[in-house]
T-cell receptor
Framework: DAGVIQSPRHEVTEMGQEVTLRCKPISGHDYLFWYRQTMMRGLELLIYFNNNVPIDDSGMPEDRFSAKMPNASFSTLKIQPSEPRDSAVYFC????????????FGSGTQLSVL | GIQVEQSPPDLILQEGANSTLRCNFSDSVNNLQWFHQNPWGQLINLFYIPSGTKQNGRLSATTVATERYSLLYISSSQTTDSGVYFCAGNTGKLIFGQGTTLQVKP
């Protein structure tokens, strides 16, 4: 299996622009997680899905952030409008049984908002 | 919410040395996982270890759930072990510690 695939690897954008991050989980995994990593706050869970349904979005920082999972093999995290404080590495991860099973991470998207 | 504390925050080793990293959690967790973030930023799952001891090559991990801690042992360290080691406790979702940054010098 190719593992969790994220795109793009790097994204540089200007404040106010819309940003869309993409994730393809490992085939057969029914849980998908979006994490954000910053120096100040470490790794934070933003939202997770089970069988394409959002279960917990309490970590989504504000309404500018939204996430969707239209099918079992694809998810997006959208920021609109983006702000410089959104600059971070965004990771997608998947597992067979939520946090009760091993989590496998993608390579991350390094987002820079100027 | 649960607090996950890791120690030490930073560690410098000479190649070949052994080390122990510790993870304490403030409340009961369903299970615990250890991750290694390499210098290129990739997060690799090392262990899923709710209790007991597991070994994988030069690495081993022990979780004592009743005392709310877990240990990661690295033996005969190599430069490729450098990076950040995270533990994460499961309270229904994984909560990560702040990590231990390890540098192994040749």
């Amino acid at each position: 299996d190719a593992g969790v695939i994220q795109s793009p690897r790097h994204e540089v954008t200007e404040m106010g622009q819309e940003v869309t991050l993409r994730c393809k989980p490992i085939s057969g995994h029914d849980y998908l997680f979006w994490y954000r990593q910053t120096m100040m706050r470490g790794l934070e869970l933003l939202i997770y899905f089970n069988n394409n349904v959002p279960i917990d979005d309490s970590g989504m920082p504000e309404d500018r952030f939204s996430a969707k999972m239209p099918n079992a093999s694809f998810s997006t995290l959208k920021i609109q409008p983006s702000e410089p404080r959104d600059s971070a590495v965004y990771f997608c991860a998947s597992s067979l049984g939520g946090a009760n099973e091993k989590l496998f991470f993608g390579s991350g998207t390094q987002l820079s908002v100027l | 919410g649960i607090q996950v504390e890791q120690s030490p925050p930073d560690l410098i080793l000479q190649e070949g040395a052994n080390s122990t990293l510790r993870c304490n959690f403030s409340d009961s967790v369903n299970n615990l996982q250890w991750f290694h973030q390499n210098p290129w930023g990739q997060l690799i799952n090392l262990f899923y270890i709710p209790s007991g001891t597991k070994q994988n090559g030069r690495l081993s991990a022990t979780t004592v759930a009743t005392e709310r801690y877990s240990l990661l042992y690295i033996s005969s360290s190599q430069t490729t072990d450098s990076g950040v080691y995270f533990c994460a406790g499961n309270t229904g979702k994984l909560i990560f510690g702040q990590g231990t940054t390890l540098q192994v010098k040749p």
